[in-house]
């Protein structure tokens, strides 16, 4: 009979035998009466080989000695069972990778989002912000300069009286600098001022005392800054040639303000609205109620009554 220790020393034991001891350690851990019986004894080991020799010739099947005995030690030694690994770093990973299934799909819509999100930024939202900034450069630098020289020449082109190309140089080269300093709000001021000189130029209409129910055709004030003089005014709309009354930017002399109205109080001396107002109350008509004539290239309106200068436009 061979000694155990001749069976370790055996590296090279053929599979058979490896096979029939891993059988031995299974029949014992299947029969656990026998093993607590057997094994608690003195003479356990020498018992339960005896007892695993009955077992497998009844079977049919004659093992060796040393096989049972291998089988018994292997048993004792935990052999041949599945020992799973401690919980380092690589079991976690392990358990991570296998349970893949339950948190893979909440990962993979986690990702997309994420891919989504940045495509989104770096494909869409920078390139709109660049061509946004490149396009309100190019209006700057190039499209506002070239607006204001268009709208300076204009303004030269149709103007009768010098004082607009004064005012309009001025606007334009106050612009021009603004534009290529990067001065955006400066720039879009020149260009405003500029339109308005252009507009009010081609401004056709003749300026006329109001004269209809529920609306005053004059009315006198106190100045705030002396209470003992008296300021009067007559109330005058411009008509067009359409025969419709147009909005008329008016500086009201008491704010300092400019506004946009269609009836405004022009100041007069005190005879001019006396006048008016006689001519009112003879038989509720103004026959002289033509102020004044705006024309097609002049800044300002040709008075055909004395007025004192400066309007309200409320009252």
């Known amino acids: 009979m061979a000694a155990p220790s001749d069976i ?88 991570i990778y296998v349970s893949r299934a339950r948190w893979g799909k909440w990962l993979m819509g986690a990702t997309l989002s994420l891919v989504l999100a940045f495509g989104g930024y770096f494909a869409v939202y920078v390139p709109y912000q660049a061509n946004r900034a490149e396009t309100a450069r190019i209006e700057l630098t190039q499209k506002m300069p070239a607006q204001m020289q268009e709208l300076y020449d204009t303004i030269f082109a149709e103007t009768k009286v010098q004082s607009p190309v004064a005012k309009a140089r001025e606007l334009l080269e106050r612009g021009q600098t603004a534009s290529k300093e990067g001065d955006r709000a400066t720039a879009e001021r020149a260009l405003a001022g500029l339109t308005k000189i252009r507009d009010q130029l081609r401004m056709v209409y003749t300026l006329k005392v109001v004269n209809r129910d529920g609306v005053q055709s004059g009315f006198w004030t106190f100045p705030e800054i002396n209470r003992d003089a008296t300021n009067y005014y ?39 609205y006396n006048s008016i107002g006689a001519d009112k109350r003879d038989d509720g008509i103004i026959q002289r109620n033509v102020v004044g004539q705006k024309e097609f290239g002049f800044f300002d309106v040709k008075y055909a009554i004395p007025v004192s200068g400066g309007a309200v436009t409320r009252w």
């Open 234 to 272: 007559i109330v005058v709309e411009a008509i067009g040639p359409e025969g419709k009354a147009l909005t008329i930017p008016i500086e009201n002399q008491e704010t300092g303000l400019v506004e946009d109205v269609q009836m405004w109080g022009l100041r007069v001396p005190e005879s001019v």
């Open 8 to 95: 370790k020393e055996n590296a090279a034991a053929p599979l058979s035998e490896v096979m029939l001891a891993m059988d031995v350690v299974d029949t014992l851990r299947h029969r656990q009466d026998l093993v607590a019986r057997e094994l608690a004894g003195e003479n356990r080991k020498s018992n339960l080989v005896e007892r695993l020799r009955k077992i497998y010739r009844e079977q049919g099947i004659e093992v060796p000695e040393y096989i049972l005995l291998e089988g018994v030690t292997a048993l004792e030694e935990d052999r041949f069972v599945y020992q799973p690994s401690g919980s380092g770093f690589k079991r976690k990973l392990a358990q």
